[in-house]
């Protein structure tokens, strides 16, 4: 495993594997270190008690990965892998985004300037472009410069200021750029002219949004619960959501790859199913608390279902039904579900305790873990050219793991 270091005076998250990718892992082993014999009354009670607490350490995970970036120097909140898969970008709590190698870890870039954490970073659809943006509200794109000598620095293409961001994501066919905000606005920013739109909000924090496949309209979830459908040529809102559909925080939203339906989730436990064309409430599954994540599979006609408490569900679309439960919130070691992809006809999770899980979407079955890092995963994304996946974590670091799992990767 390759390792980039930060620094002498920083301590790397160790790693006890090579490149090999596995399947199932061990964890959870705990070790005390022994003490002196010494008269048990209630005041050296106390103290071993403490010292107790103090020495019992949790091992470091076995590292999957093939190479650890540890340039940050706080929690690394967000990733992105260039089209062609040889750049990496990570953005993080120490206000600055990094662009580097995948296969190396060699910083390629350093994007200076933003003012606060960098919460956003993606590269546009055709790799011409990457956005890196702040809490704040300071988007900066910067025009790549893939020249292999990368003889030449990389240009910032142009800058804007909106209000305190929340989310961002590119168009996945034109270059436009999408961002999400605390005061409720959605920025619609044309690359590289800057040309914006705004999607006016109601002054509540817009959560989460999604572009349809038909890349012409967007779904929005809002902190009050609303969940709006925006065409993004009018600027108009189409549809909104009954007021009874979510009551609470809208968490994530996601479209069926046939472009007819959508799904909606909530803090309160609730999954809402609207059709795009009239925004009509086809069904409601009844999960549980704290619903994270959701996401379609491209194929099968399969629904999951994530949350912050651990239980990963899939259903069934067209019958709303549950088909399997991956895993459950009581005695569920990963602790919780952050973000989830689909590959093919496999689910990927990105948990609290720091690892990766595969899921068979047919059987539910975990196919396949990888393990690394020391805290929880913020953030991933996969690479089908190169067949890599990229993770930022809460421990400073982002990892790359190779998907040598045939069965998962494209």
């Known amino acids: 495993m390759k390792e980039i270091m930060k620094g002498e005076e920083d301590t790397p998250p160790s790693s006890v594997n090579g490149d090999e990718v596995t399947g199932l892992d061990e964890e959870g082993m705990f070790y005390v270190e022994e003490v002196e ?90 790799g011409a472009y ?85 890349g012409m309209r967007l779904v929005a979830g809002y902190e009050d619960g609303e969940v709006k459908i925006w065409d993004l040529k009018t600027s108009t809102v189409l549809h909104s959501l009954p007021a009874s559909a979510h009551e609470m925080r809208v968490t994530a939203v996601d479209c069926n790859p046939e472009n007819t ?13 609207t059709t795009t064309n009239n925004g009509k409430v ?26 912050l408490t651990g239980a990963v569900s899939i259903w069934e679309v067209a019958r709303q039904m549950r088909r399997n439960e991956c895993s459950k919130s009581d005695g569920n070691e990963a602790g919780g579900v952050t973000k989830m992809i ?26 396949l873990q990888l393990t690394g890092h020391r805290s929880e995963v913020l953030d991933f994304c996969y690479n089908a050219k190169q067949n890599v996946i990229l993770t930022s974590s809460d421990d400073s670091t982002a990892r790359i793991f190779t998907l040598k799992d045939t069965r998962v990767s494209q």
């Open 130 to 214: 990457l956005a890196t943006a702040d809490m704040c509200g300071l988007i900066k794109v910067w025009k790549c410069n893939l020249d292999e000598n990368q003889q030449e620095p990389w240009t910032v293409a142009f800058e804007y200021e909106a209000d305190d961001l929340i989310w961002g994501q590119w168009h996945f066919g034109t270059r436009v750029l999408l961002i999400g905000t605390v005061s409720g606005n959605i920025y619609v920013l044309k690359v590289p002219s800057g040309e914006t739109k705004v999607l006016q909000g109601h002054n509540v924090k817009v959560e989460c949004g999604k572009l349809f496949q038909d």
């Open 282 to 307: 086809v069904g409601q599954l009844e999960i549980e608390n704290y619903l994270e994540t959701v996401a379609f599979a491209p194929e099968l006609g399969l629904l999951a279902l994530g949350t």
């Open 37 to 126: 014999e010494i008269d048990l009354d209630d005041e050296n009670m106390e103290d071993v008690t403490d010292q107790e607490e103090e020495d019992v350490e949790m091992e470091p995970p076995e590292d999957n990965a093939v190479l650890v970036f540890s340039k940050h120097t706080g929690s690394v909140f967000c990733c992105d892998i260039h089209p062609d898969g040889k750049l990496a970008v990570t953005g993080g709590e120490d206000d600055k985004a990094y662009v580097w190698a995948v296969e190396t870890g060699e910083l390629i870039m350093d994007c200076i300037g933003h003012k606060d954490s960098v919460v956003f970073v993606g590269f546009s659809h055709d």
């Open 261 to 273: 339906l959508m799904a909606s989730i909530s803090t309160d436990g609730k999954a809402v199913l």
């Open 342 to 367: 689909w590959i093919k006809n496999y689910l990927l999770t990105g948990c609290l305790d720091g690892s990766i899980r595969a899921y068979d979407g047919r059987s539910g079955e975990m196919v």
